[in-house]
């Protein structure tokens, strides 16, 4: 199962933001390495405004993808959508590179198979507090045969 259209149609229309910020690179993770974003970031003075229809609209499509054929990438749309209403250059920056990253991999998404295995689940939980709120980031998934849950 993938969204290969849907990402290259995405991709087009953020074309020349990707480029103005990562050139020629691709990234080989999904998010920004070390980047936690929170609320408790104050955005420059009209940096909102330039930023929120584009960021909007992109984090929104971002995470249509995200939830329908890319688990990877679940950690970073979460940090994405904390700033849905305030977002920073960081943020836009941290969003260009996930789309980048899922047009490299486009191809790719949820293979679902047919297994006599067991279940298999897997949690993990940050232990960095994000300062806002004092909420740390965490994430589970069951798979069987393909992801589930």
């Not at 984090?59 to 970073?76: K, N, Q, T």
């Not at 994000?130 to 992801?147: E, L, N």
Request: hydrophobic letters at 35%.
């Amino acid at each position: 199962m993938s969204m290969t259209a849907f990402i290259e149609d995405l991709y087009e229309v953020f074309k020349s933001d990707i480029h103005g910020y990562l050139g020629k690179r691709v990234p080989k993770i999904p998010f920004p390495e070390g980047i936690i974003l929170s609320k408790t970031d104050t955005p420059a003075e009209g940096e909102t405004g330039r930023y929120l229809k584009g960021y909007q609209k992109l984090v929104g499509s971002l995470l249509w993808a995200v939830r329908h054929v890319s688990p990877i990438c679940s950690y970073g749309v979460s940090q994405l959508c904390k700033l849905m209403a305030t977002p920073t250059e960081l943020a836009w920056k941290s969003a260009l590179h996930m789309l980048a990253y899922l047009y490299e991999h486009r191809h790719e998404g949820i293979t679902f198979s047919e297994t006599n295995a067991n279940p298999v689940a897997f949690v993990d939980a940050s232990n960095k507090d994000d300062m806002h709120d004092g909420r740390t980031q965490y994430g589970y998934t069951i798979m069987w045969g393909g992801p589930i849950i």
